[in-house]
């Protein structure tokens, strides 16, 4: 004989009384209690892990962007001589600059993609392996993706501005 049986029912408060409410309903002889503190905790563990992303993401991109800043600089001062040579050849300074910004913005966007590739890839892993779910990729983040490596990328390409003090060869 069953003495006890407990649902885990995911909603908020008043979806959860509801549905307590029909349960009651449906079955007049049981008594029907629904357990608020269980869920509370886990709602307040889900906004904990949830700050804890966000916070995570956000040090990932200010990292990246540091990543990219200093790589940006050594880029500069190498191609000083090819830059002198373009200037000496009567090149502008803004058509040098956009040639650096192009590649700096095909980075980032190609920096995006893989990102969200791997990124899919690593959560379908660890929803697997640590919460034994199944985790579908949501494709409403992949332009959000590329849009911030596009941009981290061409906010990183702020040493070019130093190619503009180089003397033509």
Request: charged letters at 15%; proline letters at 5%; hydrophobic letters at 55%.
């Amino acid at each position: 004989r069953v003495s006890l049986a407990q649902l885990s029912v995911a909603g908020s408060p008043s979806e959860i009384e509801g549905f307590a409410r029909q349960l009651s309903a449906a079955l007049p002889s049981l008594e029907v209690r629904p357990v608020r503190q269980l869920a509370q905790a886990e709602g307040q563990l889900l906004t904990r892990i949830r700050g804890l992303i966000f916070a995570t993401v956000a040090l990932i991109l200010v990292l990246t962007t540091l990543c990219v800043l200093a790589t940006m600089a050594a880029l500069a001062m190498e191609r000083r001589r090819d830059v002198g040579m373009m200037k000496a050849l009567g090149g502008p300074m803004r058509l040098v600059l956009r040639l650096f910004l192009a590649e700096a913005a095909t980075l980032g966007v190609l920096g995006g993609l893989l990102g969200y590739a791997a990124g899919v890839g690593l959560a379908q892993w660890m929803g697997q392996r640590v919460f034994g779910v199944a985790i579908s990729p949501r494709l409403e983040v992949l332009p959000l993706t590329v849009l911030l490596m596009f941009g981290v990328a061409l906010a990183g390409a702020f040493p070019l501005r130093l190619l503009s003090a180089i003397r033509p060869a």
